[in-house]
């Protein structure tokens, strides 16, 4: 954290999940590192990110008091990403662990955790409409919540192709996800299966929202 320049306007790190032996903990562990460690950083690199990794980051306290908006989210990390996309501020990303979260410890909590995040994507896509910021907004949704469903297309043509074809494919997905490691593999399976269903979830919440609530 020493080697941070004065001169960036915000800076982060990495976020991991605390250690935990539950099945759960196995899932959100794999989900964290597709987060942090493949997705955020590939968007940041090609500069269309506006995410940060969880509550732990470094601002530029005069710069956010004076551009950050008026109102009440529950994206706040989101929204300083906005802030400083859309004001051009100086970052940096070190490839440290700066914090642990601990991980929802049931299906329920998860799904909740998921369902407020779909509230604050409704209200980061409301507040940004006509600032040329959307773009960058639905870029996020789309790399974290719909990118399974291209690789779902992907495995469908290799199925079609030839099933022992599908079959190496997701193995090679399921060896990526759990990092190589070879006490994730079997759930990086379950993973597969399991966490777009989660992210319909969210969708379908984004939905009610836009439907719902887009007059008031």
Same mark, same amino acid.
């Given at each position: 954290?020493?080697?941070?320049?004065?001169?960036?306007?915000?800076?982060?790190?990495?976020?991991?999940?605390?250690?935990?032996?539950?099945?759960?903990?196995?899932?959100?562990?794999?989900?964290?590192?597709?987060?942090?460690?493949?997705?955020?950083?590939?968007?940041?690199?090609?500069?269309?990110?506006?995410?940060?990794?969880?509550?732990?980051?470094?601002?530029?306290?005069?710069?956010?008091?004076?551009?950050?908006?008026?109102?009440?989210?529950?994206?706040?990390?989101?929204?300083?990403?906005?802030?400083?996309?859309?004001?051009?501020?100086?970052?940096?990303?070190?490839?440290?662990?700066?914090?642990?979260?601990?991980?929802?410890?049931?299906?329920?909590?998860?799904?909740?955790?998921?369902?407020?995040?779909?509230?604050?994507?409704?209200?980061?896509?409301?507040?940004?409409?006509?600032?040329?910021?959307?773009?960058?907004?639905?870029?996020?949704?789309?790399?974290?919540?719909?990118?399974?469903?291209?690789?779902? *297309?992907?495995?469908?043509?290799? /199925?079609? #192709?030839?099933?022992? =074809?599908?079959? %190496? !494919? $997701?193995?090679?997905?399921?060896? +990526?996800?759990?990092?190589?490691?070879?006490?994730?593999?079997?759930?990086? *399976?379950?993973?597969?299966?399991? /966490?777009? #269903?989660?992210?319909? =979830?969210?969708? %379908? !919440? $984004?939905?009610?929202?836009?439907? +719902?609530?887009?007059?008031?």
């Amino acid at each position: 954290i020493s080697k941070i320049d004065k001169k960036v306007d915000l800076a982060w790190g990495l976020i991991d999940a605390l250690p935990g032996h539950n099945f759960l903990y196995k899932l959100v562990k794999i989900d964290k590192f597709i987060s942090h460690i493949i997705i955020r950083p590939l968007l940041w690199k090609f500069n269309i990110c506006i995410s940060l990794p969880g509550q732990i980051f470094f601002i530029n306290k005069s710069k956010f008091l004076r551009d950050l908006p008026i109102y009440d989210t529950l994206f706040d990390d989101l929204t300083i990403g906005i802030v400083a996309k859309k004001n051009k501020y100086l970052s940096n990303y070190f490839k440290l662990y700066l914090g642990y979260e601990k991980p929802s410890t049931s299906f329920y909590l998860l799904l909740k955790q998921r369902l407020r995040w779909s509230k604050g994507f409704y209200q980061a896509i409301i507040n940004n409409l006509h600032n040329g910021m959307l773009i960058y907004i639905l870029i996020h949704g789309f790399m974290y919540h719909f990118l399974w469903a291209p690789l779902l *297309i992907l495995f469908i043509i290799f /199925f079609k #192709i030839s099933s022992i =074809v599908a079959l %190496f !494919s $997701l193995i090679l997905l399921c060896l +990526f996800l759990s990092n190589m490691k070879s006490y994730l593999f079997i759930y990086s *399976i379950s993973y597969c299966f399991i /966490f777009p #269903i989660i992210h319909l =979830v969210w969708f %379908f !919440s $984004l939905l009610k929202y836009i439907i +719902f609530k887009k007059n008031k």
